[in-house]
């Protein structure tokens, strides 16, 4: 029951991130608020770590949390926050939907786990999805290098988890303390790269998105996540996004004003239905 109740919060959680990040973006550089985020969570999930009495992570735990923060937060959240200029909140969150497929591509990669014909057809039918809302998008002339970049920050989402659950199981607020100060890093040196303004936040409507994405994102959500993949596989918990894209798209269209197409929303019944079939109850012990 408990990695069910985190499975959905998980989605619960992410399902407004893709909102709140799109409203972020409107007060603060995309990359730069991305590098504000993750340094505030470093901070407050090192010192929670640190209170309990718990050590960092060293040795292989702390090359499996590096190898977490370099593609969840240091390649992921910069390329999403950047590509949320582009993409509406609610189609970013679709695209994420082909986590599965790259998860189990990456696991299979990596001897994590086996390649299944179930998780390949489930797959398939997701893509189908996404090539529908991706023709859709193109008609409202969304740029391709927002779909680009969110698909790539997705990716390497699916790597940094997979390669977290390769190593040994760890507490999910020090990997995740190390994992955040990671993708700090990366995320910082491509924000002056790309010659960002480094403002902070001087009022309510900027600070309110950077909180809510720290608390409710990183110390939320991913460490949720961390949690779940020592008790799931790391494929069966990419399935957390099966049940953004519906929250996301509605929030994106009530919030946002952002357009559901009928293409976008056949596509996105395509992308739930594959990644359905992909989630089909495992066997005992997965």
């Not at 924000?191 to 409507?205: K, V, Y």
């Not at 950077?210 to 494929?235: E, K, Q, R």
Request: charged residues 10%; contains cysteine; aromatic residues 8%.
């Amino acid at each position: 029951m408990r990695p069910w109740l985190a499975f959905a919060a998980c989605g619960a959680i992410w399902g407004s991130t893709f909102l709140v990040i799109s409203i972020g973006n409107d007060a603060l550089a995309p990359v730069w608020a991305a590098t504000l985020r993750l340094t505030l969570a470093a901070a407050l999930l090192g010192l929670w770590t640190v209170a309990r009495g718990r050590a960092l992570p060293r040795g292989a735990a702390l090359r499996a949390a590096l190898g977490y923060g370099v593609g969840q937060f240091g390649i992921n959240l910069p390329l999403l926050y950047w590509g949320e200029k582009l993409v509406p909140s609610g189609v970013s969150a679709v695209l994420y939907a082909t986590v599965p497929l790259s998860s189990a591509l990456a696991a299979r990669a990596l001897r994590v786990e086996r390649l299944t014909a179930r998780k390949v057809v489930g797959a398939s039918i997701a893509l189908a999805g996404v090539a529908m809302l991706f023709s859709a998008s193109l008609q409202r002339h969304v740029p391709i290098a927002g779909f680009a970049a969110i698909l790539a920050g997705a990716t390497a989402a699916s790597l940094g988890t997979t390669l977290l659950k390769r190593g040994p199981r760890q507490d999910p607020f020090a990997a995740n303390a190390v994992g955040c100060a990671a993708g700090a890093i990366l995320a910082g040196l491509a924000s002056f790269t790309l010659g960002e303004t480094h403002a902070f936040p001087a009022t309510a409507r900027a600070a309110w998105p950077l909180i809510y994405l720290t608390v409710a994102g990183s110390l939320g959500a991913y460490v949720i996540l961390a949690w779940l993949l020592a008790h799931w596989p790391v494929t069966r918990t990419s399935y957390i996004t099966v049940i953004v894209p519906v929250i996301a798209l509605g929030l994106g269209a009530a919030v946002r004003h952002e357009p559901l197409a009928p293409a976008s929303l056949a596509g996105t019944a395509l992308i739930l239905g594959g990644l359905l079939v992909g989630m089909r109850p495992a066997r005992a012990g997965h």
